[in-house]
């Protein structure tokens, strides 16, 4: 079973225009900060756009069909796919992990990676700090504004990729376009916003304490992609990035690739450039850059054809 998802879009103050001029997103919001490609969550879900569940939620469709989540995930969907334009600086913030989210907040942490889509010449990302820091050093550059003096910037460029374990300090920068794959969660502890105010003229609020909870006090630890690369005259396919969560892997597709489905995951695929069918016996879906398809567990070989490439996300 295959469908394409319909993403439902958030406008923070920091988005752009890039998902709509780029990638297609027809929402009318501005600016269009994020795209949820594939989500359950319950602020905000994606809609099934063709097939038998047309217009459909997923969360609901995966309710009445939980096979399509595979043997693994037995609560169902557990990862969220985004699309993110960072028009601005996003603000600095850390996510908790499961024991301390379940417990404070009676919903899951959030682990989470980047794929960079784009970035401007000079565009970076804050990812942990600088060296090590006591929660004291920390709480005191919090208060005295000097916290970004504390913080690694890394330069970007399209193609990386950044893991960011629950408790990693981060944001993305300005000029950065990224898709994240991340924990089933919307749960931030914001803990600089560089004295913005929101659409109302309002301070947007930090957790200065929560965030001090759960941070990571070192610097982030540099991730090794794994070494599985598989090259062809059809396509190259490789390991991303892959931990407890999600397993990501890139296909770039010259001609075409088949996909077997398991009884353990479903796969969702997502189009970061060019475009292709994908097809399951006699159904055939058109993708383009930005589309979003869900792969079910237990479903037939898919054969993905064209010139693309796609992010393949499972759990």
Sequence with gaps: MIFKLKPVGKDYIWGGIRLKNEYGKNIPLSPLAETWEC???????????????????????????????????PDGLPLLVKLIDAADNLSVQV????NYALMHENQNGKTEMWYVLDADENSCLIYGFEKNFT???????????????????????????FFIPAGTVHAIGKGVLVAEIQQNSNLTYRIYDYDRRDKNGNFRPLH????????NLSPAPEYIPCDDKIITADYCIETICKCEYFNVKKLNL???????????SFKIL??????????????IIDFRKGDCIFYAAYSEIAEIKGNAEILIISS
Excluded: W, Y
């Design 39 to 73: 989500s359950v969550h319950p602020d905000g879900e994606s809609i099934i756009s063709d097939g038998r569940f047309a217009g459909q939620t997923l969360g609901n469709v995966l309710g009445k069909c939980p096979r399509f989540c595979g043997n693994k995930n």
């Design 95 to 98: 996510h908790p992990d499961n």
């Design 135 to 161: 929660k004291q050093e920390i709480q005191q550059s919090l208060s005295d504004g000097s916290i970004t003096d504390k913080l690694k910037k890394v330069k970007v460029r399209k193609g990386d990729v």
């Design 208 to 215: 200065i304490q929560k965030a001090l909870d759960v941070m």
């Design 254 to 264: 010259k001609n075409m690739f088949s996909l077997e489905s398991d009884t353990k």
């Design 270 to 283: 997502l189009c970061t450039d060019g475009k292709g069918t994908v097809s399951e016996n006699d159904n």
